[in-house]
């Protein structure tokens, strides 16, 4: 018994090491495509694109949740996308192993991909169709361009004082006095500037952690009320 004990024990190290020191395998937009067919009874990508039941899929990597006007979102999506969430390969990626999970209440009845591999494939596939084919790679995010926020958030009044009081944590790094020392200054930056930096940073799409944990404390109005107050504010002659 100890004898086959030992060797089921070696057995088991040797299979943990082998799976363990397996390579990852690379994206393939190839096995993305035939993947593709579980989503082309509700969705259409490429040239020509139009709505089905679902949004056309150009451009999805990098786009505000819920934001394109060629098509009726449900109430779900908008919410996500006014909430700052933008599709990118780490989103897609949650996205796609349970959508129902990720957005509740969102139409998509797809019930997901649980294998890695296979969300990998299929978004190197989405991206092909994407104008920034650098935009999907991991950790790349700082250097895209911020994605357009939803009128519907921009719209959002902000209350000069209260962002003043808000203004605390800010001004800790950023110079009030609109110095340069390394990082940058925000004073009188445009409203909708603000916003969609710190809905970027909300959102993981830029990647500091600082950032992105400020800027994951604050909701709409919070940013709306930094935008408003900084915006006022004037560069030191």
Known sequence: ????????????????????????MAA??????????????????????????GPPLNNILGRVAGSSDRFI???????????????????????LERPKSFIKKTRMSFSGLRKQQERDDLIAFLQLYSDDKALPTRNAHLQA????????????????????????????????????LGIPSIIGWPKDAFMTVMFSYR??????????QIAGSLNNEEIAALAAYFEDQKQPQ
């Not at 979102?73 to 996205?95: C, P, R, V």
Request: a negative charge.
């Open 1 to 24: 018994m100890r004898c086959r004990f030992i060797i089921s024990f070696a057995v088991a190290v040797v299979t943990a090491h082998l799976n363990f020191s397996s390579p990852v």
């Open 145 to 180: 361009a911020d994605p357009d926020l939803p009128a519907s958030v921009l719209a959002t009044v902000g209350d000069k004082d209260y962002g003043e009081y808000l203004s605390g944590t800010c001004v800790g790094c950023h110079q009030i006095g609109g110095a340069d």
């Open 73 to 95: 979102y449900s109430k779900a999506m908008i919410a996500a996308g006014e909430d700052g969430l933008i599709w990118t390969e780490e989103t897609l990626h949650q996205f």
């Open 203 to 212: 959102s993981k799409f830029r990647e500091n952690p600082v950032m992105q």
């Open 28 to 53: 393939d937009p190839d096995k993305g495509e035939v993947l593709w067919t579980k989503c082309r009874s509700c969705h259409e990508i490429g040239p020509g694109a139009e709505k089905k039941v």
